[in-house]
């Protein structure tokens, strides 16, 4: 694994990363670090019984920690998001939840680094997909580039592709080489927030808040064989910056690497 700084100072690390569930795609990541989000106010405690329910959250993506970091000032983070999505011609109201895991903290040097864990998701069914690919599902995977420097407007970056699963695209056989975009040529998503975070529960630590990116070029379809063409004819990409739409509810927990379950440092 690679982690750099965002001054663009690269830093060779060994480790890896959890073993592969529906889309699991390890990879280096470039970020900075946001500070740590403040607690609820003492004023106004957030207890067991005043949630409702808090989202299961699990930390078996949780990237090796580089070499020389110290374990108590890196932490894993974990967001799920539930979204929709407008791409092309294909309008899913409710993608399979996403759950996106990295983590962050200071490098040995000083620096503050940030490495990716592991994007996962299931395939979506896509009500409605023109013909002949009627039974179209989608599956987002990573595509190598995320940033989850937040500002508080600007709530990170992920590169991912829209991988294609329909009998006549091969996607079930060719390990899902069929997808809207490519890691050389992915769709940037760059999400910013709409409204306040609001903190669900305070141990687990767990934040809510929405996002959008409206502003996204959607590329053409890569690794569909013979039926590159008429798949980006029918599904309408490639599409200029704007045509496309994701909106989403994250939910996000964090934990530092000496509280995690033994192995994952």
């Known amino acids: 694994m690679t982690i750099r700084t965002r001054r663009g100072i690269a830093v060779a690390l060994a480790g890896g990363t959890a073993a592969a569930l529906l889309t699991l795609t ?6 900075s670090v946001p500070p740590a989000p403040s607690p609820p106010p003492p004023s106004s405690p957030l207890s067991s019984s005043s949630v409702p329910s808090v989202p299961p959250f699990d930390f078996r993506d949780c990237p090796a920690l580089p070499a ?11 967001f799920t998001m ?26 040995p040097d000083g620096s503050k680094g940030q490495v990716f864990g592991a994007l996962r998701s299931a395939a979506t069914a896509v009500k ?20 989850f420097y937040s500002d508080g407007v600007h709530r990170g970056a992920l590169d991912v592709t829209f991988r294609l699963l329909h009998p006549l695209l091969g996607g079930q056989g060719r390990g899902g080489a069929c997808a809207i975009g490519s890691d ?7 999400f910013l927030q709409d409204g306040d975070t609001e903190w669900v529960s305070k141990e687990p630590p767990v934040l809510k808040f929405a996002v959008h990116d409206e502003a ?5 379809v890569h690794g569909c064989g013979p039926l590159n063409r008429l798949a980006g004819k029918r599904l309408r990409v490639p599409a200029p910056a704007g045509d496309g739409k994701i909106s989403a509810t994250a939910r996000y927990t964090f934990r530092s690497y000496d509280r995690l379950p033994g192995g994952l440092v």
């Open 184 to 190: 050389a040529d992915p769709v940037k998503l760059r």
């Open 82 to 107: 539930d979204s929709g999505l407008r791409i092309g011609a294909l309008d899913v109201p409710a993608l399979a939840p996403m759950t996106v895991t990295n983590s962050e903290g200071p490098l």
């Open 128 to 147: 409605g997909a023109p013909a002949p690919f009627g039974g179209l599902r989608v599956q987002p995977r990573y595509a190598g580039f995320s940033d």
């Open 216 to 220: 996204f070029a959607t590329p053409r």
């Open 26 to 31: 390890p990879s280096p990541a470039v970020a």
């Open 68 to 78: 020389g970091a110290d374990p108590a000032k890196w932490r894993c983070e974990v």
